[in-house]
Every structure is written in C-alpha cells, then in structure tokens.
C-alpha cells in the first residue's frame, strides 16, 4: 500500500486488491486555498469527510470514482470503507457542522482518516474505530484538533503508524500549528519523513508507535 499526502487533509492511498489496483483520494480541496491542487489525481474512490473549500473539490478528481460523503458502508472491489457521522464540536447556526470519519479496509489492515475533528472521539466513535493500523489525524488547531487534542485521541486508539494532516504548510493560507507544535505536544516520538508511505502489513511497527511526517 501507498499514502501519499497532497497537503490538508486530502491523501492519495494505492492499494491491491488481488490484481486490481484501488485508488483511493481523500477531499480535495480547491486552489482557494492556497495550494494548487493535483491536475492529474485519478481514483476508483473518493471520500469527502466535510464541506467547504478544503474538501469538496470533486471535480479536480479524475476517473468517475464512486463517492462517499455520506455514513454507511461502501465496497468497490474488495476494499470497505465504513463512514461514520462525527459531528464536530463547533457550530453554525446553533446547529453542530458535519463531519465523516472513515474507516478503510484493505490488504489486511485497518486505516482510519479523521476529517476535520475538533474534539476527543466518543465511546460509540471509539468502538468502530477498534484495532486501527494507521490513523490519518488532524493536528493544526484552529477549526480542527489541536495538538495536545490530537496526543489525547492517538492515545484513545492506540495506532500503530500516525500521519498527521491538517498542519501548516508553505502556501497554504490557514494559519494551521506545525508537525513539530505536535511533537512537542505528544512528547517523545519515533518520526520519519518522507514523501510516499509504502508499506505492507509485515512492515507496520509492533511495539513503538511511528510517526510519518508526509510532504508534498
């Protein structure tokens, strides 16, 4: 399997599937925010986890994926996806925002992308969540989790591989905190940079819990 990070909370995750090839992309985003997203990006699935200018540029995606932005239970060729509703802590309107968080099972392991959560996870979150590989995390602050939130939820899952997404980055014009404001915040951690995760199920840690700092 392949992560690759396209900056905000949008990923790119290669997976097989016997002999297909299983394109996954996580919301894109638009050119307003200022990052220019990828013109190329091709995939099979494609999952929105909330509304607004960081996710919901569908159109950029090319192949006819199918879409999930909604709670349920998805399949297209042997990969399952799980949308669970999280609604996030801030609101408009008097009314809570709208949030997805995924759950995505492929190759024989569990990834779990958070969307744009801005608070701890619930019992009933935590559950559908269980024996989590590799967690896709916001860790910026401002509209999503802070850093020291984040530290709080990666000790409720207890993952094996974090990535950290929603952080600042050149260009980008939300005053996001850094990877390294989170470090400071989870205290003494394992981290590896890189600009593609490949791995296998054999290659995930079993003891210490890794931290994949992903470029663009």
């Known amino acids: 399997m392949n992560i690759i990070w396209n900056g905000i909370s949008s990923f790119e995750i290669e997976t097989k599937t016997g002999t297909d090839d299983v394109r996954i992309v996580t919301d894109p ?19 929105q986890s909330h509304e607004g200018d960081d996710a919901n540029n569908r159109e950029a995606v090319l192949g006819n994926p199918y879409v999930i932005d909604l709670p349920g239970e998805f399949e ?11 609604p996030l802590k801030r609101e408009e309107k008097g009314k809570h925002v709208k949030n997805l968080i995924f759950r995505i099972e492929a190759e024989g392991m569990r990834l779990a992308h958070l969307g744009a959560l801005d608070r701890e996870l619930t019992d009933e979150e935590l559950q559908q969540l269980e024996n989590v590989d590799v967690l896709m995390i916001p860790v910026g602050g401002g509209r999503v989790m802070s850093a020291s939130v984040a530290a709080e939820v990666i000790s409720q899952i207890e993952p094996r591989v974090v990535i950290p997404m929603s952080h600042a980055v050149e260009g ?18 394992r981290r590896e940079e890189m600009n593609k995760y490949k791995f296998t199920r054999k290659d995930l840690p079993e003891e210490e819990m890794l931290i994949v700092k992903l470029t663009r």
């Not at 307003?32 to 699935?45: D, I, K, N, V």
């Not at 297209?76 to 999280?86: L, M, S, T």
């Not at 980008?172 to 951690?189: I, N």
């Open 29 to 47: 985003y638009q050119n307003a925010t200022g990052l220019r997203f990828p013109r190329t990006l091709q995939a099979e699935m494609l999952l």
């Open 76 to 86: 297209v060729k042997d990969v399952f996806v799980f949308g669970i509703q999280a």
């Open 172 to 189: 980008l014009k939300e005053p996001f905190g850094s990877v390294e404001d989170f470090c400071k915040s989870f205290g003494a951690c």
